[in-house]
């Protein structure tokens, strides 16, 4: 059989819930994901407690909190305690994201789940991976492969690409297609025939409008007409945002506008965290899109170097702790606290609040201060959060009233404080009672029995009345004391010569000791405390205040029911792909079910190689191989694999496979959208498709047989590789024989190799060639269709399937039309040359 491939879904599936998934390859386990929602509902980690101790590798997609929020719990709970991986981003900003979320539950309430240091406990050991970089497990993992790849949906999102023995296991869920301001879009398409794919179906019933007709009502229905339109008008604008996600995008978005057209409204970005996020992301230009890269690179111009209005500085000289953060000349201002913001100029602005459900954070408070104005706007980016307030404010047609728990943290004072004062002295009192006991216990211990033996001067009362003059026998015990008309206590130690411990001044290189210098007082830790957050890129030290705050507080709640008049509008920047894109890259990426024969080789390794190849193979498999190599490059062929080298062993991997295909799990969407999604891809894309419910395990390892076939040095010694491009290719005819191990081999064959069809290799691009035969003097242009029309009477075009079910694994022509003349023959001629014959 292949590789045994288990997928237990552990959360989110059929619903939106956060995302949890169990993947099981030959027995060993990945979680990937470890999300939660802004709920922190613990009913939604039972099945995840279940399997927490099972798992052996933690796969991170995205820094979110449905991706990675109950990651620190699980740890501290259940047992996890598996290797993490994930990429630097996704490691740094989901680190912020969890602070920003622990911080924002604290300042409204006794929030026990878990606590910072079970956040740092959590992220402490993650193995930050770059993307494509294969990463090879060892011990239980040993033979699998794991590698990040870009998704586009958030910055350093990833697409997981899992292989063992050549079979590719892809998890991708929350991907985008679209190259925005600062991301690229995903590679999910380049990955021809997995062996399985877990995908998602959230957007699956979502279709934007193309890109044309968006800029046609560009002038009614933009981003930028309904907030300056608010604005102008007087209101103010919020845009509940995440922690470090998306809100990078609408930063750079406002950014750009404001920049274009010298807008002087405010823009405040208020997290516990938003100038450590800014800090991390201005060091993460690798990882975004193409534009910035090379922005940077020729002009070194940093992207989030975003333009800080001067006259707020001015102004709202109280705000110095964000203003003067990261050397920031920005138009946004970075803000950690509401105080800031209520401190600030009146006047229309723009803020960016965490959290983007309204369940807690500053956009909450904002909410519900903002929403009885109707000049004020509250602009949704993303769709809420199941059953959180931002969903409810979503709704067609909105509520025109909500009721919301308002909470904040007070000091105590008066006869609260002197009661709380009284109880933590009553506390101390114990704990040093407790002290006191234990310290007189262990003094007790110290000098009883054992003491007893050792101590000559110690008295027995057991043997008080033994005789003066017995003597002990050698070894044995040693002269007691007879002391009459009393019985001294077990305890009691004789009379000694007093003994006074020398202190030296120095130490043994003649350095005076000054203990004092040792001691670090309160104060000096607190200051330790706020830098630290600045070294490892934790928190600034405005959070890191809140953080040391430890006057005596509570929370304060009250119920509220908030009229709702301002304006509620929902715009699509949830930067994932939409229903007609998922089914485009479904279709892609699915296979043609095919009776194939794989054989795959490893060779010796060189880093960042590749062997590519297709077996033909007669009736009998042991009789006749004819093996075709090419070295690091997909071509024309549907027939190939990919398999990295390995050490210094020439070995091949004989693969039969029968009528196989690959699978499609269905995760995360609403049970409309997976159902949706589940026939589309039954009727256009792959037979077999599995939508499965939560805890229940779906066996989706593929029907073949693989054997493992050594490279004979005699057939290798006589292959002849031959140069294409930066390539290296070569034809092999074969048979099949075993060595005296009883091993498979490739032996060369014993009579002449039969003739077999010529064999053009290469993978022509139309947009390519285009210039090729511009720089030859022939001139070229595109007609319809995609065809190349070369000088007068030459046409070249590509007929066939390559675009259904699957791409390149259809048959593709090139078909080069024309009457029989001079340019005819160069161009077939140039045509040739793009392509190397076998």
Same mark, same amino acid.
């Given at each position: 059989?292949?590789?045994?491939?288990?997928?237990?879904?552990?959360?989110?599936?059929?619903?939106?819930?956060?995302?949890?998934?169990?993947?099981?390859?030959?027995?060993?386990?990945?979680?990937?994901?470890?999300?939660?929602?802004?709920?922190?509902?613990?009913?939604?980690?039972?099945?995840?407690?279940?399997?927490?101790?099972?798992?052996?590798?933690?796969?991170?997609?995205?820094?979110?909190?449905?991706?990675?929020?109950?990651?620190?719990?699980?740890?501290?709970?259940?047992?996890?305690?598996?290797?993490?991986?994930?990429?630097?981003?996704?490691?740094?900003?989901?680190?912020?994201?969890?602070?920003?979320?622990?911080?924002?539950?604290?300042?409204?309430?006794?929030?026990?789940?878990?606590?910072?240091?079970?956040?740092?406990?959590?992220?402490?050991?993650?193995?930050?991976?770059?993307?494509?970089?294969?990463?090879?497990?060892?011990?239980?993992?040993?033979?699998?492969?794991?590698?990040?790849?870009?998704?586009?949906?958030?910055?350093?999102?990833?697409?997981?690409?899992?292989?063992?023995?050549?079979?590719?296991?892809?998890?991708?869920?929350?991907?985008?297609?679209?190259?925005?301001?600062?991301?690229?879009?995903?590679?999910?398409?380049?990955?021809?025939?997995?062996?399985?794919?877990?995908?998602?179906?959230?957007?699956?019933?979502?279709?934007?409008?193309?890109?044309?007709?968006?800029?046609?009502?560009?002038?009614?229905?933009?981003?930028?007409?309904?907030?300056?339109?608010?604005?102008?008008?007087?209101?103010?604008?919020?845009?509940?945002?995440?922690?470090?996600?998306?809100?990078?995008?609408?930063?750079?978005?406002?950014?750009?506008?404001?920049?274009?057209?010298?807008?002087?409204?405010?823009?405040?970005?208020?997290?516990?965290?938003?100038?450590?996020?800014?800090?991390?992301?201005?060091?993460?230009?690798?990882?975004?899109?193409?534009?910035?890269?090379?922005?940077?690179?020729?002009?070194?111009?940093?992207?989030?170097?975003?333009?800080?209005?001067?006259?707020?500085?001015?102004?709202?000289?109280?705000?110095?702790?964000?203003?003067?953060?990261?050397?920031?000349?920005?138009?946004?201002?970075?803000?950690?606290?509401?105080?800031?913001?209520?401190?600030?100029?009146?006047?229309?602005?723009?803020?960016?609040?965490?959290?983007?459900?309204?369940?807690?954070?500053?956009?909450?408070?904002?909410?519900?201060?903002?929403?009885?104005?109707?000049?004020?706007?509250?602009?949704?980016?993303?769709?809420?959060?199941?059953?959180?307030?931002?969903?409810?404010?979503?709704?067609?047609?909105?509520?025109?009233?909500?009721?919301?728990?308002?909470?904040?943290?007070?000091?105590?004072?008066?006869?609260?404080?002197?009661?709380?004062?009284?109880?933590?002295?009553?506390?101390?009192?114990?704990?040093?009672?407790?002290?006191?006991?234990?310290?007189?216990?262990?003094?007790?211990?110290?000098?009883?029995?054992?003491?007893?033996?050792?101590?000559?001067?110690?008295?027995?009362?057991?043997?008080?009345?033994?005789?003066?003059?017995?003597?002990?026998?050698?070894?044995?015990?040693?002269?007691?004391?007879?002391?009459?008309?009393?019985?001294?206590?077990?305890?009691?130690?004789?009379?000694?010569?007093?003994?006074?411990?020398?202190?030296?001044?120095?130490?043994?290189?003649?350095?005076?000791?000054?203990?004092?210098?040792?001691?670090?007082?309160?104060?000096?830790?607190?200051?330790?405390?706020?830098?630290?957050?600045?070294?490892?890129?934790?928190?600034?030290?405005?959070?890191?205040?809140?953080?040391?705050?430890?006057?005596?507080?509570?929370?304060?709640?009250?119920?509220?029911?908030?009229?709702?008049?301002?304006?509620?509008?929902?715009?699509?920047?949830?930067?994932?792909?939409?229903?007609?894109?998922?089914?485009?890259?479904?279709?892609?990426?699915?296979?043609?079910?095919?009776?194939?024969?794989?054989?795959?080789?490893?060779?010796?390794?060189?880093?960042? /190689?590749?062997?590519? $190849?297709?077996? +033909? %193979?007669?009736?009998?498999?042991? !009789? &006749?191989?004819?093996?075709? #190599? =090419?070295?690091?490059?997909?071509?024309?062929?549907?027939?190939?694999?990919?398999?990295?080298? /390995?050490?210094?062993? $020439?070995?091949? +991997? %004989?693969?039969?496979?029968?009528? !196989? &295909?690959?699978?499609?799990? #269905? =995760?995360?969407?609403?049970?409309?959208?997976?159902?949706?999604?589940?026939?589309?891809?039954?009727?256009?894309?792959?037979?077999?498709?599995?939508?499965?419910?939560?805890?229940?395990?779906?066996?989706?390892?593929?029907?073949?047989?693989?054997?493992?076939?050594?490279?004979?040095?005699?057939?290798?010694?006589?292959?002849?590789?031959?140069?294409?491009?930066?390539?290296?290719?070569?034809?092999?005819?074969?048979?099949?024989?075993?060595?005296?191990?009883?091993?498979?081999?490739?032996?060369?064959?014993?009579?002449?190799?039969?003739?077999?069809?010529?064999?053009?290799?290469?993978?022509?691009?139309?947009?390519?060639?285009?210039?090729?035969?511009?720089?030859?003097?022939?001139?070229?242009?595109?007609?319809?269709?995609?065809?190349?029309?070369?000088?007068?009477?030459?046409?070249?075009?590509?007929?066939?399937?390559?675009?259904?079910?699957?791409?390149?694994?259809?048959?593709?022509?090139?078909?080069?039309?024309?009457?029989?003349?001079?340019?005819?023959?160069?161009?077939?001629?140039?045509?040739?040359?793009?392509?190397?014959?076998?």
């Amino acid at each position: 059989m292949g590789t045994s491939v288990q997928i237990t879904p552990l959360c989110g599936v059929y619903n939106e819930n956060p995302l949890s998934y169990l993947v099981s390859i030959d027995g060993f386990n990945f979680l990937i994901d470890c999300g939660w929602n802004d709920h922190f509902d613990t009913s939604l980690l039972q099945p995840l407690s279940k399997v927490a101790s099972t798992v052996d590798a933690v796969l991170l997609s995205h820094s979110d909190t449905l991706h990675l929020g109950a990651l620190p719990y699980a740890m501290k709970q259940f047992g996890l305690s598996a290797p993490v991986f994930s990429t630097e981003p996704v490691h740094r900003l989901g680190l912020l994201t969890m602070y920003d979320q622990y911080l924002a539950r604290r300042q409204v309430s006794e929030f026990e789940l878990f606590t910072l240091d079970d956040i740092d406990s959590a992220f402490q050991n993650v193995t930050r991976l770059t993307y494509s970089q294969n990463y090879h497990l060892s011990g239980k993992g040993e033979g699998i492969v794991i590698a990040p790849h870009v998704a586009g949906h958030l910055l350093g999102g990833t697409v997981w690409k899992i292989t063992k023995d050549g079979e590719d296991v892809i998890y991708a869920v929350d991907y985008n297609r679209r190259k925005e301001k600062h991301l690229n879009g995903t590679v999910l398409e380049s990955f021809v025939r997995p062996a399985v794919l877990i995908t998602d179906a959230y957007n699956a019933l979502n279709n934007q409008p193309p890109r044309q007709q968006r800029e046609i009502f560009q002038g009614v229905l933009s981003f930028w007409y309904t907030i300056s339109k608010t604005l102008k008008a007087g209101g103010n604008v919020l845009l509940p945002v995440d922690t470090a996600g998306r809100v990078l995008e609408l930063l750079l978005i406002l950014e750009d506008y404001w920049q274009e057209h010298s807008l002087n409204y405010p823009i405040f970005f208020l997290t516990y965290v938003s100038s450590s996020t800014i800090d991390y992301v201005k060091s993460f230009l690798e990882w975004m899109g193409d534009s910035i890269t090379k922005s940077f690179e020729t002009s070194r111009d940093n992207a989030f170097l975003l333009k800080l209005s001067f006259l707020l500085i001015a102004i709202h000289c109280k705000c110095t702790l964000s203003c003067r953060l990261a050397n920031l000349k920005l138009h946004v201002t970075l803000l950690i606290n509401k105080s800031e913001l209520d401190n600030a100029p009146d006047g229309p602005k723009v803020v960016l609040a965490s959290m983007a459900s309204l369940e807690a954070g500053f956009s909450h408070d904002i909410f519900v201060e903002w929403a009885s104005d109707v000049k004020n706007l509250v602009l949704f980016t993303e769709r809420g959060q199941f059953g959180s307030l931002a969903r409810m404010l979503q709704a067609d047609p909105p509520p025109k009233a909500v009721k919301v728990t308002m909470s904040r943290r007070v000091p105590l004072v008066g006869e609260e404080l002197v009661a709380y004062e009284e109880e933590q002295n009553r506390l101390k009192k114990e704990e040093a009672l407790k002290a006191s006991l234990i310290k007189e216990e262990e003094s007790k211990a110290s000098h009883g029995s054992d003491n007893n033996l050792s101590d000559p001067m110690i008295i027995d009362a057991n043997n008080a009345h033994t005789p003066v003059d017995v003597v002990d026998p050698p070894g044995g015990g040693y002269k007691d004391m007879l002391i009459d008309g009393f019985v001294p206590l077990s305890t009691s130690v004789a009379p000694m010569f007093p003994f006074y411990e020398n202190t030296f001044d120095w130490d043994d290189f003649g350095e005076v000791i000054n203990p004092d210098d040792y001691v670090i007082n309160d104060q000096d830790m607190d200051q330790v405390a706020m830098h630290v957050g600045d070294m490892d890129g934790k928190l600034d030290e405005g959070s890191a205040s809140l953080i040391l705050d430890t006057k005596p507080s509570k929370v304060v709640s009250n119920e509220l029911t908030v009229q709702v008049k301002c304006s509620l509008i929902y715009m699509d920047y949830e930067g994932r792909a939409d229903g007609r894109s998922i089914k485009t890259i479904l279709a892609h990426v699915a296979p043609l079910k095919l009776v194939r024969i794989f054989l795959l080789v490893t060779w010796p390794y060189t880093s960042a /190689n590749y062997i590519q $190849l297709t077996l +033909i %193979l007669t009736h009998n498999c042991a !009789v &006749s191989v004819k093996i075709f #190599l =090419v070295d690091m490059q997909y071509f024309l062929l549907s027939e190939h694999q990919n398999f990295t080298r /390995n050490a210094c062993v $020439l070995s091949i +991997i %004989l693969k039969l496979m029968a009528f !196989v &295909s690959s699978f499609k799990v #269905l =995760v995360h969407g609403s049970a409309e959208a997976t159902e949706h999604l589940k026939q589309n891809c039954l009727k256009h894309v792959c037979p077999h498709v599995y939508t499965p419910q939560i805890e229940e395990t779906i066996d989706v390892t593929s029907d073949l047989c693989a054997y493992k076939v050594q490279l004979s040095e005699k057939l290798m010694s006589n292959v002849l590789f031959k140069k294409l491009g930066d390539y290296e290719i070569a034809w092999v005819d074969a048979e099949v024989g075993k060595t005296e191990n009883g091993m498979l081999s490739l032996l060369p064959i014993s009579t002449s190799p039969p003739p077999h069809k010529s064999v053009l290799v290469g993978d022509l691009k139309m947009a390519d060639f285009k210039p090729f035969l511009s720089s030859k003097g022939i001139q070229v242009e595109f007609a319809l269709g995609g065809a190349l029309r070369c000088g007068e009477f030459v046409t070249i075009r590509k007929v066939g399937n390559a675009g259904q079910k699957g791409g390149g694994s259809g048959t593709q022509q090139i078909v080069i039309e024309g009457p029989l003349c001079e340019d005819y023959y160069k161009i077939r001629e140039y045509l040739y040359s793009q392509f190397y014959l076998l």
